[in-house]
């Protein structure tokens, strides 16, 4: 139950004066649904402006209050273009103060034709035109301040202004309560830290990077904590272990060595399940290392000990690719494996779900439907996850509820994770690494071409797909939206199909499932030569006979996805070639990140490297690989605190695993805050 000293911050935020209906939903947008929201929303910066007498001792881009005298309304000639309102300083100087959208309707009361405003903003240049796009403030010539006008930038939605949002963050401000300190004191006193509510101030008041430093700690350490809770809570459950005799396992029949890594995985992952405690791990492994294999000895030490397992797949497509890969090796096993997705209907469901209830399904794949309440189990003994990062955990919960005793968990991931994100996201899970690849495996022919040779790659398509060949066209995005400039796939789907006729399928996540599968299979049986899609190929589509992929525009790609799709092709003994089709300006940094895709393979380096080069931007591109669980951490500041808060929270854990005294009591209130209470929910009588 959450603390009574942290109930005034999670109040909802028309708890504050003025807010009301409409100004609700723009900070919905915000995500400030609450007034604790309202108190991590801080500014983006701060700006100083300075008082000017006539625009002609300002300068283009400063900040700047002028006297003006508004002279004429200009509308727009449809209901999108700016609104305009003419106005004049002291020398005569005209300034256009432009509008757009509903802004225009508020700027007409404000702005009456004759009357003499303070006004304050950018000063810009359109065409031959001095302008203020969206002016801060306009205020009348009696409410004006004189002197220099400083003041924080709050990030905004449409429908709210900085002065409002001012307001409300002083409303919450003043609500922050007394709270014991959390951070261990020896850590305190080294970073010089405030405390928690004067770091809050600060850092609405000034760029204060010590208080945002603090504040980005007890993020960590709270993450850190609740991750240390939930790990020690899943020890003292009991599990059911389960050792198998190696009987079905004996009688797999790979057409392939497993590597080195492969057997340390399996390995690891059957001390796991010979334990009491159910096991909680995950398997992290570059596109083609082999995790399926893994998992599958995982399932069949499961079903060898009388138990069932599940595979759990994000998308149908890659459901249906899992069972019919685990249902080709396990047939000399005898197993049975089975399917089940949403899509499952009538008696052929029923039938499924009288095998799962009897135990005569041992294995069964399909998506979040096989744990639905409707599906019961025999005796599930082990979950395997894939692509975990996908799943809420609600979903996960579910999984847990399905077994007499709580069940084993192994996740697998197919995009390699740097450390810092792994121990972030996964901190509770022990983790085993599939670090190398199959022998026999070619390297992968990476280039970089710029879109103005855009006719000769498709010249070079042709004659790849007229050699009997399939290929990949990957694009940053479904179709061309007004105003962007990224490549689209329907539009490149169209351009193609004048070219190839129907040759060309096109592939991605807002068609209907059953074109999507009927688009795959003609791929897959080589119908079609060529696939255009969106990322939705990323994971989940394997067809070893295509050996060319084009990747367009593809400095709008992290790097981990960029390596996660150029590992389409590649599988097999044959030469495989990656066309990275880059726009004809680049940054230094994304020269360096292109230049790193035709240097190495080893995706665990690249996932370390697009971090660093991508820094405390959109982590690893859309942020789909290791997604930080983080609103107030930049990269940055994890890089330097997480590994003292995950030890600092281990320290606490040792000392007060159930968080009784002083200093786990304000421990408490930081999980609560920080909103990881799921671990103080893992303790007794929490």
Not at 552 to 578: I, P
Request: hydrophobic share 40%; with cysteine; charged share 25%.
């Amino acid at each position: 139950m959450r603390p009574e000293i942290l109930n005034p911050l999670f109040a909802e935020v028309d708890t504050l004066d003025g807010v009301g209906p409409k100004l609700k939903k723009p900070l919905e947008k915000l995500r400030c649904t609450r007034v604790r929201d309202i108190a991590y929303h801080w500014p983006d910066r701060f700006v100083t402006r300075r008082p000017v007498d006539n625009l002609d001792e300002a300068g283009e881009g400063e900040q700047i209050i002028v006297a003006l005298t508004v002279t004429e309304h200009r509308a727009g000639a449809s209901r999108r273009a700016p609104y305009r309102i003419l106005a004049t300083d002291s020398a005569g100087n005209v300034l256009a103060l432009t509008f757009f959208g509903r802004s225009s309707y508020t700027a007409k009361k404000q702005l009456p034709v004759g009357e003499k405003r303070r006004v304050a903003g950018k000063l810009e240049r359109y065409g031959d035109m001095l302008q203020m796009v969206h002016p801060d403030h306009v205020l009348t010539m009696e409410d004006a301040a004189l002197g220099p006008m400083r003041e924080p930038i709050y990030p905004l939605a449409e429908g709210l202004t900085q002065p409002r949002m001012a307001s409300l963050a002083a409303q919450a401000l003043e609500k922050l309560p007394a709270v014991p300190e959390w951070i261990e004191p020896g850590m305190l006193a080294q970073q010089k830290w405030p405390a928690w509510a004067d770091a809050l101030r600060s850092v609405h008041a000034r760029d204060d990077e010590t208080a945002k430093d603090r504040l980005a700690y007890d993020e960590l350490l709270a993450n850190a904590l609740a991750l240390q809770l939930v790990k020690a809570d899943n020890r003292r459950k009991r599990g059911r272990p389960l050792a198998g005799d190696g009987s079905l396992r004996d009688k797999l029949q790979l057409p392939f060595p497993l590597t080195g890594a492969q057997e340390r995985s399996i390995r690891e992952i059957e001390g796991g399940l010979a334990q009491d405690a159910p096991m909680l791990r995950l398997l992290q492994g570059d596109v083609g290392a082999g995790k399926t294999v893994v998992a599958l000895h995982a399932m069949l030490v499961a079903v060898e000990a009388g138990a069932q397992a599940a595979l759990l797949a994000p998308t149908e497509i890659l459901a249906r690719q899992h069972y019919e890969t685990l249902r080709e090796m396990a047939r000399p096993t005898g197993v049975e494996v089975a399917l089940l997705t949403g899509r499952d209907k009538g008696r052929a469901r029923e039938s499924i779900l009288m095998g799962l209830m009897d135990g005569s399904i041992q294995i069964v794949v399909g998506t979040h439907a096989i744990f639905q309440e409707a599906v019961q189990y025999r005796d599930l003994g082990l979950v395997v996850v894939d692509e975990q990062h996908r799943f809420g955990v609600s979903q996960r919960l579910q999984m847990a509820g399905k077994g007499k005793r709580p069940p084993h968990t192994l996740s697998m991931t197919a995009t390699p994770i740097p450390r810092t994100l792994t121990l972030a996201n996964y901190g509770e899970m022990e983790v085993s690494r599939l670090d190398e690849l199959p022998p026999g495996r070619q390297a992968i022919d990476t280039r970089v071409v710029g879109m103005d040779r855009l006719p000769e790659v498709v010249e070079a398509v042709g004659r790849h797909l007229a050699s009997g060949q399939q290929a990949y066209w990957v694009c940053p995005m479904v179709r061309d939206e007004e105003g962007m400039e990224k490549a689209a796939a329907e539009q490149r789907f169209a351009a193609l199909k004048a070219r190839f006729d129907d040759a060309v399928v096109l592939v991605h996540g807002q068609l209907d499932p059953e074109v999507k599968d009927a688009a795959m299979a003609r791929f897959a049986s080589g119908a079609a030569k060529l696939l255009v899609a969106t990322t939705v190929i990323e994971v989940g589509v394997d067809v070893p006979a295509s050996t060319l992929i084009v990747i367009e525009q593809a400095e709008s790609f992290g790097l981990a996805q960029l390596h996660q799709l150029r590992g389409r092709v590649g599988r097999g003994s044959e030469k495989s070639v990656c066309l990275l089709l880059r726009g004809n300006q680049l940054s230094e940094t994304g020269q360096r990140r292109l230049a790193l895709m035709r240097e190495t393979q080893d995706g665990f380096r690249i996932a370390e490297e697009d971090l660093e080069l991508r820094g405390g931007g959109e982590l690893l591109g859309t942020r789909q690989s290791g997604d930080t669980p983080f609103r107030i951490a930049t990269l940055d500041q994890m890089q330097r605190f997480l590994d003292p808060a995950t030890a600092d929270a281990k320290l606490l854990m040792d000392r007060d695993a159930g968080l009784e005294g002083e200093r786990g009591e304000a421990a408490r209130i930081l999980l609560y805050l920080m909103e990881r209470d799921m671990g103080v929910r893992t303790l007794r009588g929490g």
